[in-house]
């Protein structure tokens, strides 16, 4: 039986990692096949206090990693794919094993938005992106088109610029969602331009992406227009798949929690942007695993103390 499980790898999760496992908790982290969550997905963090030149966000993320590991978390890179919470212990599958647990944090983060659009799918990694660090440096010298209104596109068209001749953002409104600071600087920046009103409706290219057709929704006009890469940049899901029947969930489909930390299931508890629709930072995501394992040790430490005194004759 583990006394505490926390499935996730990101700020939120590796934070409540850190914590369990200084507080001698023994916490076993799912960690996900694809673990480390968004900021591995990311290029340079700037807002990450304590790192004054910045870091790279899968730089960022080892460092998490192994601060938790020095204090004896232990990491799997395995994903959990059920659990459930209608009883005690709780119980979290993965392809290969079944856990038991007193308390789980659940960190689960969420994942990038695509397009749904024809063309999209089929030229994922042929063209078609969500993730400007994993895939930007194949398109030196190209035009890229990056989608979105956000700070993520700002972010994807900045980083985009070492790479692309041109980059054009397309976005659907003619304001931007963006934070100032990151709009002006993907304002004026040379090589980026910017095309409004306007939306993706096909990705177009055989082996691979040659151009997308664009619906100008002000004018009412469709057109081809040519693109060697297009990276989407339009927000994320929740990724609560798995808690589906388990956990309550709001309307968008992350974890309800009256306070940011208990859940309506005693002993599971949540972290990060799979219960935060709104600011979605790191820094949020790890004071929010933080505060889950230390809402944890003390669930545990009053279970724990009633299971001893029943205990006693
Ligand atoms: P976001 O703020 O929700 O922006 C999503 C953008 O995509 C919006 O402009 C939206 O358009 C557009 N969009 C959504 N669905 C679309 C669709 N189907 N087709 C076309 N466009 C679509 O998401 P985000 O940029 O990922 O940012 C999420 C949070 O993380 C924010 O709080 C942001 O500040 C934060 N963040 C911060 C940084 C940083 O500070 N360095 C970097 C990245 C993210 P509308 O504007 O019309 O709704």
């Given at each position: 039986m583990e006394r505490v499980i926390i499935i996730g790898s990101g700020p939120a999760g590796l934070t409540a990692a850190v914590y369990a496992a200084r507080a001698n908790l023994n916490p076993l982290v799912l960690a996900g096949g694809l673990y480390g969550g968004q900021l591995m997905l990311t290029t340079e963090v700037e807002n990450y206090p304590g790192f004054p030149e910045g870091i790279m966000g899968p730089d960022l993320m080892m460092r998490f990693r192994e601060q938790a590991e020095r204090f004896g978390a232990r990491i799997e890179n395995?994903?959990?794919?059920s659990v459930d919470f209608?009883?005690?212990?709780l119980l979290v599958r993965t392809p290969d094993d079944e856990f038991s647990a007193k308390t789980v944090i659940v960190a689960t983060g969420a994942s990038a938005r695509w397009l749904d659009v024809p063309g999209e799918e089929r030229l994922r990694g042929r063209g078609v992106s969500t993730c400007a660090t994993c895939d930007g440096a194949f398109f030196r010298d190209k035009h890229i088109v990056v989608v979105g209104g956000g700070d993520s596109a700002m972010e994807e068209a900045l980083f985009l610029t070492r790479f692309g001749r041109r980059v054009t953002v397309i976005h659907r409104r003619e304001g931007l969602r963006a934070s100032k600071i990151m709009a002006d600087r993907a304002r004026s920046h040379e090589k980026i331009d910017f095309i409004w009103n306007t939306v993706v409706e096909e990705a177009i290219g055989?082996?691979?992406?040659?151009?997308l057709r664009l619906h100008?929704?002000?004018?009412e006009t469709v057109y081809e227009y040519e693109a060697d890469a297009l990276f989407i940049a339009i927000g994320h899901t929740p990724n609560t798949g798995i808690f589906n029947g388990q956990l309550d969930l709001d309307p968008a489909g992350y974890i309800d929690s009256p306070d940011g930390?208990?859940?309506?299931?005693?002993g599971v508890f949540v972290a990060g942007d799979?219960?935060?629709?709104r600011y979605k930072q790191a820094i949020t995501a790890a004071g929010t695993g933080c505060r889950a394992a230390m809402d944890a040790e003390k669930y545990l430490e009053a279970l724990e103390f009633r299971v001893a005194m029943e205990q006693v004759p």
């Open positions: 395995v994903d959990a794919t209608s009883g005690t212990p055989d082996t691979h992406l040659h151009a100008n929704l002000r004018e930390v208990t859940t309506n299931v005693e799979v219960n935060d629709i």
